[in-house]
């Protein structure tokens, strides 16, 4: 697959590459010159761009030109092809490869000035006594503070080669002056598995953001972390998963598959079938299992979803997924930018391809796709969905599931509404609920570390009469106080604040645990575990001719690191 893949994929690229080598070998063609017919399809580009330049009434920046015309050429292809220029290249492939260079902390910007929410432990701020609740207010001895301080602003500020220093400034909280420090940067880990908690004596629940490089390795651990302390079923939760790489989500798929069962293939006009198979060496292909999805989740999510529902190896519960089916190979350019080309559409085992429907060139209609699923109910009423016969499959033992647009979980959970009030959107929209609750724990972080335990905490907050905190804050900030809808919120609004000040000072375990408690959809998969139903039973018999049938002479390919096919996240519409 190696060089016969490099070669389909570099060939649709080959005008576009002579366009940036033109640019940069300078070259100029007479305006009379014949461009050669067999040529005529890559030189007519470079041909133009020569003439611009050389003959165009004002100056150009041809360079900026090409730069501006790479995403719309792009653009009028599949909508999730793409052109990362230089400058964002490192940034974007720094969300999944599992380390940047920086000095470790989390931060939040309040009032115009950088707060320090928390600390990587053992990265270079916690070696040189950085602490929660400090204030950046100076680096390299200039001051860093005000309304031009933005999120992009301080990570440029802050990253930076490994093994280079930045000095800041710190305001705390107990000292009278500026304290200063010089921070060495190191790797930090960018980590994808959220939380890992028990739910109860023999559940486990892991909740995984992304599919990055360390994304396998962070499962196993977590599995063996709940294993040790008793699990023996397992939720996995993939809500708002966006995807990454397809090699690791077939890695931590094979872990829950008996051998040779099918896990996904790709398939594409340029690419023969190439299929990935479970090898049998999977630790937890017996634990009860239930995966946990909905709109936001996609691409390699919808993957491990979709393998552990077309194998019947678990219970997946939530909404419709995404519907994001195609396969992009990231090729770099000599300048450091890089395209993202869909090259393959992958495929489940049942036969489906989950990409939703799609016109070349109208990337802005597909990303309207979401919000039209909103207006039409679908995630509040199942029945509001309607699924295309002519794209029925069936999975291993025979249960019907559909092609046509992202993985139809086993169990629809409509997303709840309970407590939302037109108060409760003006706190949220305004941040006034993260902001209170960045603020309660900066000002009171010592009587919180007084409870070290989740549920010692958990009880303490409850005492202390938090909503109406939060509402006296409110309006300080022009949100007016409205008691009738505050009692319908006021659930909603606990959980919240709770959980926000939990994750300040103990992290995002204690934040998904509390912030879940009360979960429909995590509630619903406890009730299928507790039932014993985690692993489906049949409800159709097989038609003869079945799809889920595999073509003979199918090589078996599992995906290595250095062939890794990225499936490419959905960050246009959100996350």
Do not use: C
Not at 125 to 139: H, N
Not at 144 to 160: A, H, S, Y
């Amino acid at each position: 697959m190696g060089d016969n893949k490099k070669s389909y994929v570099w060939f649709p690229f080959i005008g576009a590459l002579l366009v940036v080598g033109g640019i940069y070998l300078g070259k100029v063609n007479s305006i009379n010159e014949r461009i050669p017919v067999k040529d005529a399809r890559f030189n007519k580009i470079e041909y133009l761009l020569n003439v611009i330049n050389s003959q165009y009434v004002d100056s150009v920046d041809v360079e900026k030109l090409v730069e501006d015309a790479m995403p719309t050429l792009l653009s009028e292809l599949d909508p999730h092809s793409v052109y990362i220029p230089a400058k964002d290249l490192e940034a974007t492939n720094e969300e999944l490869e599992g380390s940047f260079s920086g000095i470790g902390v989390q931060f939040s910007l309040q009032n115009d000035t950088v707060m320090v929410v928390g600390v990587v432990s053992g990265g270079p701020s916690e070696k040189i006594g950085i602490l929660p609740g400090d204030r950046i207010v100076e680096i390299n001895d200039s001051v860093f503070t005000g309304k031009d301080i933005t999120n992009e602003k301080v990570m440029k500020t802050l990253r930076g080669q490994k093994g280079t220093d930045v000095k800041v400034g710190i305001r705390r909280s107990t000292a009278s002056d500026i304290l200063n420090f010089n921070i060495t940067r190191g790797d930090i880990p960018v980590h994808s598995v959220d939380a890992t908690y028990m739910i109860d004596d023999n559940k486990g629940y892991i909740k995984i953001s992304k599919f990055g490089r360390t994304t396998y390795n962070e499962m196993i651990s977590s599995l063996a972390k709940l294993t040790s302390e008793g699990a023996q079923e397992y939720i996995i939760d993939l809500r708002g998963n966006s995807g990454g790489y397809l090699d690791i989500a077939i890695n931590m798929i094979n872990e829950f598959l008996p051998k040779d069962q099918l896990i996904v293939y790709t398939d594409g006009v340029h690419a023969a079938r190439s299929e990935a198979r479970s090898n049998g060496r999977g630790v937890f292909q017996k634990t009860p299992l239930v995966v946990l999805i909905d709109e936001w989740s996609a691409s390699a999510s919808e993957i491990f979803a979709g393998a552990i529902q077309d194998n019947d190896r678990g219970t997946v519960i939530g909404r419709r997924s995404f519907g994001k089916g195609l396969v992009q190979q990231q090729i770099p350019f000599s300048d450091g930018s890089a395209m993202r080309l869909t090259v393959a559409r992958y495929y489940i085992p049942s036969g489906r391809s989950i990409q939703k429907d799609y016109k070349m060139g109208k990337d802005e209609e597909y990303g309207m796709d979401i919000l039209n699923r909103f207006n039409h109910g679908e995630f509040y009423n199942q029945d509001s969905i309607k699924m295309n016969d002519s794209l029925k499959f069936y999975t291993s033992i025979g249960r019907p599931v559909y092609g046509g647009g992202g993985v139809m979980p086993d169990i629809f959970v409509p997303s709840d509404t309970t407590g939302v009030t037109s108060y409760l959107n003006n706190l949220v929209n305004k941040g006034l609920i993260y902001q209170f609750a960045f603020d309660y724990s900066d000002k009171y972080r010592d009587k919180l570390l007084e409870y070290p335990t989740y549920d010692a905490l958990l009880k303490y907050l409850k005492s202390q009469n938090l909503v109406e905190q939060v509402a006296q804050f409110a309006a300080t900030k022009g949100v007016k106080k409205r008691p009738v809808y505050i009692n319908i919120s006021k659930g909603v609004i606990e959980r919240q604040v709770i959980s926000y000040i939990m994750r300040n000072i103990q992290g995002d375990d204690s934040f998904y645990k509390y912030f879940y408690s009360d979960d429909n959809t995590l509630n619903k998969a406890i009730d299928v575990l507790n039932n014993g139903n985690a692993f489906p039973v049949i409800i159709e018999e097989v038609p003869s001719g079945n799809n889920t049938e595999n073509a003979e002479n199918n090589t078996l390919v599992m995906l290595n690191e250095a062939e890794a096919i990225e499936v490419d996240s959905i960050s246009d519409f959100g996350d």
